[in-house]
């Protein structure tokens, strides 16, 4: 056997030689196939980006855009307190001039220099725009903006906003390239995406939206990772599969209340306080809203009565007891909630209603059905239910909205309302709004109460729910609950892997 293995060893010698003297080399040894390249980190969600353009963003799936792909000149500290983003400082300089230095050396993701210029452009785009339900609104008391050179921005204000700081943290006020966003026009989701961000978008679909770390990011929020892959699935089930089979990183949002409660009892009863499929559970308090939205273009919306009935019809079902949620300073109780006295319904024949919701929004089908068997229950009305995503993407009477305020103040829980009081109380909304910005400190919070029970009395928005929002990671992702956008939904730059 060795003399063959010799003989053996002597003829490949032979061959590699006259394979030599030919000019043909022999053929490489091929490594064995590597293992394949690690998945994209992932977060798993139901929530589905509907809109690109920080000018026309309405709900808080597409938030995720305007708070990780964009910048604005102001963000928001752990506390919710206003703090520089793409501006080195901002200051009052006198009573209604805001005065901004940006960074130097700004850069949107395709190669453009971000300069005052795009800041002015971009706040002047959302005013001009004002697309409803955007956060624009909070942007009213802007008069004039100055740019004397590439990195100055002054900003006059028509009135003392002391809310100002918040809102230049909004989403409307994210800078965009002049040199590609239309002045008078919003992006299709279809169009490119192009911030200065601590994420740049690689791809978007209707599924996925692919975020890489952008190296040209200047400010406070770095992001640790190299790239993070949103991934939007169909229902709480889907979820739940790719959980099992670990194809996600992080879950936020979408699952269900049977799921959220079987994960805690998993979590609960193990030494190892994690699910089964080794995902830890973050408790986020109180960060989940519903209200029920009156939609300004519905001719029944002005009808008192019909507004007093289904308040009534849904009293019973209330936990939250102002728009100004629990945990937000300057929460009042303004809404009744628990048994009502039953409201008779004026008329004679029942009423058609539409009311919309976000199949894409966890138990919104369900809370919907109960809505609707409530409303019908008083005898007078008929409620058909329309699904849409975002809510205010169809034409409907009543909307479920599943929100979150665009800044963590109440001026901003207040803001639907704001926009669009009952007639014979928008004068009373306008003062009251100008004694919350800040014309006398003492009048504040006077002024606030008073919001929030107009709010109760004119019964336009009704409050329904405040629960907790979970967040859940697997064992190698880091993350903290205070990383949080000024919005409260995930700064996907705060995620690590050990």
Same mark, same amino acid.
């Given at each position: 056997?060795?003399?063959?293995?010799?003989?053996?060893?002597?003829?490949?010698?032979?061959?590699?030689?006259?394979?030599?003297?030919?000019?043909?080399?022999?053929?490489?040894?091929?490594?064995?196939?590597?293992?394949?390249?690690?998945?994209?980190?992932?977060?798993?969600?139901?929530?589905?980006?509907?809109?690109?353009?920080?000018?026309?963003?309405?709900?808080?799936?597409?938030a995720v855009i305007a708070y990780n792909v964009f910048q604005r000149l102001m963000t928001t500290d752990v506390d919710g307190t206003p703090k520089p983003d793409a501006a080195r400082d901002c200051k009052v300089d006198a009573p209604q001039v805001y005065l901004c230095t940006l960074n130097q050396g700004l850069v949107f993701s395709n190669g453009h220099a971000l300069t005052s210029s795009d800041v002015k452009f971009s706040l002047e785009r959302a005013l001009r725009l004002d697309v409803e339900h955007s956060s624009a609104s909070q942007l009213s008391s802007i008069r004039k903006i100055e740019t004397p050179d590439e990195v100055t921005v002054r900003i006059f204000l028509n009135r003392?906003?002391?809310?100002?700081?918040?809102?230049?943290?909004? =989403?409307?006020?994210?800078?965009?390239?002049?040199?590609?966003?239309?002045?008078?026009?919003?992006?299709?989701?279809?169009?490119?995406? *192009?911030?200065?961000?601590?994420?740049?978008?690689?791809?978007?679909?209707?599924?996925?939206?692919?975020?890489?770390?952008?190296?040209?990011?200047?400010?406070?929020?770095?992001?640790?990772?190299?790239?993070?892959?949103?991934?939007? *699935?169909?229902?709480?089930?889907?979820?739940?599969?790719?959980?099992?089979?670990?194809?996600?990183?992080?879950v936020w949002r979408g699952l269900s209340e049977a799921a959220q409660l079987r994960y805690a009892n998993q979590v609960?009863?193990?030494?190892?306080?994690?699910?089964?499929?080794? *995902?830890?559970?973050?408790?986020?308090?109180?960060?989940?809203?519903?209200?029920?939205?009156?939609?300004?273009?519905?001719?029944? &919306?002005?009808?008192?009565?019909?507004?007093?009935?289904?308040?009534?019809?849904?009293?019973?079902? &209330?936990?939250?007891?102002?728009?100004?949620?629990?945990?937000?300073?300057?929460?009042? &109780?303004?809404?009744?909630?628990? =048994?009502?006295?039953?409201?008779?319904? =004026?008329?004679?024949?029942?009423?058609?209603?539409?009311?919309? *919701?976000?199949?894409?929004?966890p138990n919104a089908a369900d809370v919907a059905n109960t809505m609707r068997g409530?409303?019908?229950?008083?005898?007078?009305?008929?409620? &058909?239910?329309?699904?849409?995503?975002?809510?205010?993407?169809?034409?409907?009477?009543?909307?479920?909205?599943?929100?979150?305020?665009?800044?963590?103040t109440p001026i901003a829980w207040l803001q639907p309302y704001l926009d669009a009081p009952v007639q014979k109380s928008k004068a009373r909304t306008a003062e009251n709004t100008l004694r919350a910005a800040g014309l006398g400190d003492a009048a504040g919070p006077t002024a606030l109460t008073d919001l929030q029970e107009l709010a109760a009395d004119d019964l336009v928005i009704l409050p329904i729910t405040q629960t907790d929002e979970y967040v859940y990671l697997d064992a190698e992702t880091r993350w903290s609950p205070d990383r949080l956008t000024p919005g409260g939904q995930l700064a996907l730059w705060g995620f690590s892997e050990e």
């Open positions: 056997m060795r003399d063959r293995a010799r003989r053996l060893g002597v003829v490949t010698l032979v061959v590699a030689l006259l394979l030599s003297a030919c000019g043909v080399e022999e053929e490489p040894d091929v490594p064995p196939p590597s293992e394949s390249p690690k998945r994209p980190f992932t977060v798993g969600t139901t929530d589905r980006i509907t809109a690109t353009d920080p000018a026309a963003i309405t709900d808080q799936a597409s003392v906003d002391t809310q100002f700081g918040y809102a230049l943290a909004s =989403p409307a006020a994210s800078i965009v390239d002049e040199e590609v966003y239309d002045p008078d026009q919003t992006r299709e989701v279809t169009d490119p995406v *192009y911030g200065s961000g601590p994420f740049a978008v690689n791809f978007f679909s209707e599924e996925q939206l692919q975020l890489g770390r952008n190296a040209s990011y200047t400010g406070p929020n770095g992001a640790n990772l190299a790239g993070v892959t949103l991934r939007s *699935y169909e229902n709480s089930a889907e979820v739940e599969t790719a959980m099992a089979d670990h194809e996600v990183d992080v609960a009863s193990r030494g190892e306080k994690n699910t089964v499929d080794g *995902y830890g559970r973050v408790v986020l308090p109180g960060a989940r809203v519903q209200e029920l939205w009156w939609r300004n273009g519905s001719e029944l &919306r002005s009808n008192t009565d019909l507004r007093e009935v289904v308040s009534a019809a849904l009293q019973e079902d &209330r936990v939250s007891e102002s728009l100004v949620p629990l945990g937000i300073e300057g929460h009042v &109780r303004a809404f009744e909630v628990g =048994p009502a006295k039953e409201k008779k319904v =004026p008329w004679k024949e029942r009423m058609g209603l539409t009311l919309a *919701y976000d199949p894409t929004s409530r409303l019908e229950d008083t005898g007078g009305l008929s409620v &058909r239910l329309v699904k849409s995503t975002p809510v205010t993407a169809v034409e409907s009477d009543l909307a479920l909205a599943d929100r979150k305020a665009w800044t963590r």
